[in-house]
């Protein structure tokens, strides 16, 4: 009896699939490693100077840097001691606390050097090498020279030093993780250091210095993707600052806050006392200004002025208008009539010094209205400074207004007085009050 031949049998793949997954999973592993540890420099290790060490000019340097970067408006928490940390920055990944930079050898950085700081603001990583959450603005950070790093960390070895732990990030999974924030820094970090526009002068060099470095402007004024990536940084173009639901608008568009057009000195005045003739700040911009811009030198402030003077101008596409029903419109011309007028005027002209007009207010017709919602709700209130020392403010309506009340009051006045932006809704006001519509 004949046996029968063999089946033909499939070659066994598994095995090299397995290996080619495996493979393709360490040259991942070994591009994400490259890619977070490009630009690292030797780390010295040497013990960090006595106090009485420093160089006396170099401290007085990192103070005003120090106030440049606006660092102990994060690095402070309500009622605690300044630059302990504490304060939680509230991100679309979970809750980030900032940490403790008084120099205490076992909560602050008391066993830190200079080139542990320099790498903190350069390369984002803690003296142990751990990566750093980008709350803390190191993508900015990276183009500060060493010489203002080490002044900066000059300045913080005076700080009386406060026993405070670093509290531990509320972050959800995976972002909690090191390796999610490796796979982030390798797509969206790039160390650098700041180089000068040749063509440009000394002013506009200084300023882009400022506002790219230590201004840290685009960490707020420009759009993020869904992982936090910042798109486009330099452009400056204006994004919704996560979870605070303010919008911080585009410093390049003349239709929000571009300054192009100002006569300069209305910058440098905007920057300095947060109150202008073409404009006043409040929300997290009037912190800046109360915290920051207030202490800066005047060849300081020009020179920022100068820098945002020259940003390329960007066009924001309006958003179409929709017919606005007549019960809608009644109802918001009846609240301004009741709540608004005494100051704002029946013509929305404002009171000079005072109260900001409406009529012709890019604040008014920009096409996302979060920060209308925000002041009618919340209030409004200007920093206080020593050009503007006692500004004036708007009251808090979030306890006597609905959302259909806001939605309605804000439509009618950014359709009045030559104002010609789309409707609010009240869903549109839900979502910087949060809940459901009521």
């Known amino acids: 009896m004949n046996t029968p031949p063999p089946l033909p049998t499939r070659p066994r ?38 106090v009485a060490a420093l160089d006396a000019a170099q401290v007085e340097r990192g103070a005003y840097l120090a106030r440049a970067g606006n660092c102990m408006a994060c690095h402070t928490a309500r009622g605690g001691a300044a630059g302990a940390g504490g304060r939680p920055i509230e991100t679309p990944f979970g809750i980030v606390y900032s940490s403790n930079l008084t120099p205490d050898d076992d909560t602050g950085l008391g066993r830190w050097n200079a080139s542990h700081f320099w790498r903190a603001l350069h390369n984002g990583r803690s003296r142990d090498g751990r990566l750093l959450y980008p709350a803390f603005p190191y993508p900015n950070y990276t183009e500060i020279t060493r010489e203002d790093s080490d002044a900066l960390y000059a300045w913080l070895r005076t700080l009386p030093a406060a026993t405070r732990p670093n509290a531990a990030h509320d972050l959800a999974a995976p972002f909690d993780t090191q390796a999610a924030l490796a796979v982030w820094r390798a797509l969206y970090f790039r160390p650098g250091t700041f180089e000068s526009a040749p063509a440009q002068g000394a002013q506009w060099n200084r300023g882009a210095y400022l506002v790219r470095g230590l201004g840290h402007c685009a960490a707020c004024h420009s759009a993020r993707n869904a992982l936090g990536g910042s798109e486009d940084a330099s452009a400056l173009a204006g994004g919704l600052i996560p979870v605070q639901n303010w919008y911080a608008p585009s410093l390049s568009a003349p239709t929000e806050a571009g300054v192009a057009d100002w006569p300069r000195d209305e910058v440098v005045k905007l920057l300095r006392d947060g109150y202008s003739a073409h404009g006043q700040v409040t929300g997290p911009m009037a912190e800046v200004v109360l915290h920051s811009t207030q202490y800066l030198s005047a060849a300081d402030l020009d020179a920022m002025a100068t820098y945002l003077q020259a940003l390329p101008p960007r066009d924001v596409a309006p958003r179409p208008r929709v017919d606005v029903p007549p019960q809608m419109a009644a109802r918001g011309e009846a609240i301004y009539t009741s709540n608004c007028i005494n100051c704002h005027g029946a013509r929305g002209e404002g009171v000079p010094g005072a109260y900001p007009p409406l009529a012709g207010n890019r604040a008014v017709t920009m096409n996302n209205p979060a920060n209308l919602v925000q002041i009618v709700l919340y209030g409004g209130f200007g920093p206080a400074t020593t050009g503007h020392p006692r500004p004036f403010g708007m009251p808090p309506y979030v306890l006597a207004l609905s959302d259909e009340d806001v939605a309605s009051v804000l439509t009618h006045i950014r359709g009045q007085w030559g104002n010609r932006a789309p409707a609010v809704s009240a869903l549109d006001v839900a979502r910087v009050r949060g809940g459901p519509p009521r």
Do not use: F
Not at 22 to 29: E, H, P, V
């Open 13 to 50: 793949l598994w095995p090299r699939i397995a290996l080619g997954s495996l493979l393709a999973l360490a040259l991942a592993t070994a591009a994400i490693a490259w890619l977070n540890l490009r630009g690292e420099d030797a780390i010295d290790d040497a013990p960090p100077p006595a």
